[in-house]
């Protein structure tokens, strides 16, 4: 789709998984509640003027989170906004 999200999941690499546990404590925040486990499992991406990015999180045994998030652009000086979490998701 033309200006949307990637169309498959992809699967957890090196760097978004690296960019993800960055923000954890955000993510945290957001969610109201810590997490001991916090792996990313698979995400999708939307090129904005920066990046638009849905992550699936392993998170306390075999439970998921879904974080939507934006990073902008490195030149803004920006940080990373944590949009929404949605709790319990099923894989």
């Known amino acids: ?7 498959q999941w992809k699967e957890a690499d090196e760097e978004f998984s690296g960019f993800v546990t960055s923000v954890k404590s955000q993510v945290e925040e957001k969610a109201a509640k810590t997490y001991a486990t916090f792996e990313l499992h698979s995400f999708k991406t939307q090129v904005v003027a920066g990046l638009n ?9 075999e439970k998921y989170i879904q974080v939507k998030l934006f990073r902008p652009l490195p030149h803004t000086g920006n940080p990373t906004e944590i949009h929404e979490v949605v709790e319990d998701v099923t894989i």
Do not use: F
């Open 1 to 7: 789709m033309l200006g949307g999200y990637s169309a």
């Open 53 to 61: 990015m849905v992550a699936r999180i392993k998170v306390d045994g």
